[in-house]
């Protein structure tokens, strides 16, 4: 909020997000939409996971890491707009896919370092044995081959939910597959699990 005085003194005060208007999540919704590069799920994922979040807070008074997290997306959505990755350099990361019925599902990922300027980086996708257990699995298989492959780890949230038929967790993965493959222009792919 600003404010200038009769003096033409300029006041400027930064408010916390105590609530969300809509407007501010319908246009980062509406810039993600317009973008057209395989990061684009990636930024629905955040988007999604926020708005869930916020809409789950119920009454708690400080918004300082709803605001954090709004300026976190908001920034990943203006280097996709400049050409540029959402991506970081390296470590683990957490993404996500759409699967089917604009569904977002979870994709943790460990990127080694120097990936962005490999030509065709492999990919391992794991299929976790746990539900939630996504984090730990990327983190720990990321850093267990770091220096010795130049391997990608994916691992989607694909397994263990007892609400998923067999067939419908294998078209997911699927889904997960071929959305890696067209974001890291990868054609080897290991599957694990």
């Known amino acids: 909020t600003t404010l200038t005085s009769p003096a033409g003194i300029e006041y400027v005060e930064e408010l916390p997000f105590d609530n969300f208007e809509a407007d501010y999540l319908s246009s980062l919704n509406e810039r993600i939409h ?47 707009e400049a050409g540029s990755s959402c991506l970081p350099d390296q470590g683990l990361f957490q993404g996500g896919f ?37 984090n730990q699995w990327a983190q720990n298989l990321g850093r267990a081959l770091e220096g010795r ?13 007892s609400s998923l038929a067999r067939g419908a967790a294998a078209d997911i993965t699927a889904k997960a597959i071929t959305w890696a493959q067209n974001l890291f222009q990868s054609s080897a792919v290991t599957l694990v699990g």
């Open 149 to 161: 492959a130049e391997v990608i780890v994916l691992v989607p949230q694909s397994q263990g939910y």
């Open 98 to 134: 759409s699967s089917a019925l604009m569904t977002q599902r979870r994709c943790a990922m460990y990127l080694p370092k120097g990936y962005k300027g490999m030509e065709k980086p492999q990919l391992l996708v794991v299929l976790p044995p746990s539900p939630g257990s996504e």
């Open 34 to 80: 317009k973008l057209q590069t395989a990061e684009q799920s990636i930024l629905k994922y955040h988007l999604f996971k926020l708005t869930s979040e916020i809409e789950n807070r119920l009454g708690q008074d400080n918004a300082a890491g709803f605001h954090s997290k709004y300026a976190a997306l908001v920034r990943m959505i203006d280097l996709c």
